[in-house]
C-alpha cells in the first residue's frame, strides 16, 4: 500500500501505537449457531522489534503469543482447543479452522488421551522380531 521509500516510517508508526490485536473467527458450533475463537496479541519489546524488522527465524508473531500467554496473548490454535474441549466445537470443525493443523490435533489427542478415548485406528500393532532374521 505504501512507496518502498515510506516502509520504514510505517513500521516505525505502527510499532509506537499498537497496543492490542484481536482477531475472530467464527466456528459452526454442536447442535447450530456458531461460535466465536480468538487470536490476541498485545504489544510488547519482541511485537516491536518484529514489526520494525520482520519476522524471521524464531521471531513470528506465533512465537511470540505462545511465549507470553501469562500476559492474556492466546493463539486461534490454542483457543480452538479449548473450545473442542468443552464439546462446543467437533474435532472435525476444530481441525478444519486451524492455522496449525498439527498443533490443534495433538492438543485433541492429549484432550483423548485423558479422557480415555481412542487417538488412532489402527489396531492389533506388534514389533516383528523375525525381521532381518534367517
Not at 480452538?80 to 489427542?109: M, P, Q
Request: overall charge negative; proline content about 1%.
Amino acid at each position: 500500500m505504501f512507496d518502498a521509500d515510506e516502509e520504514q516510517q510505517i513500521r516505525i508508526r505502527l510499532a509506537e501505537t499498537l497496543r492490542w490485536i484481536v482477531c475472530q473467527r467464527l466456528l459452526p458450533k454442536v447442535g447450530g449457531g456458531r461460535i466465536a475463537a480468538f487470536e490476541i496479541l498485545g504489544t510488547n519489546l519482541r511485537v516491536k522489534d518484529t514489526i520494525l524488522h520482520g519476522e524471521g527465524e524464531g521471531r513470528t508473531f506465533y512465537e511470540i503469543i505462545k511465549q507470553n500467554e501469562a500476559f492474556g496473548m492466546v493463539t486461534f490454535d490454542d483457543y480452538i482447543i479449548n473450545l473442542y474441549s468443552e464439546g462446543f466445537i467437533t474435532e472435525d470443525v476444530a481441525k478444519g479452522y486451524a492455522s496449525r493443523k498439527g498443533v490443534v490435533g495433538r492438543g485433541i489427542d492429549m484432550i483423548k488421551s485423558a479422557r480415555g478415548e481412542a487417538t488412532t485406528e489402527i489396531e492389533h500393532l506388534e514389533i516383528d522380531r523375525k525381521y532381518g532374521k534367517t
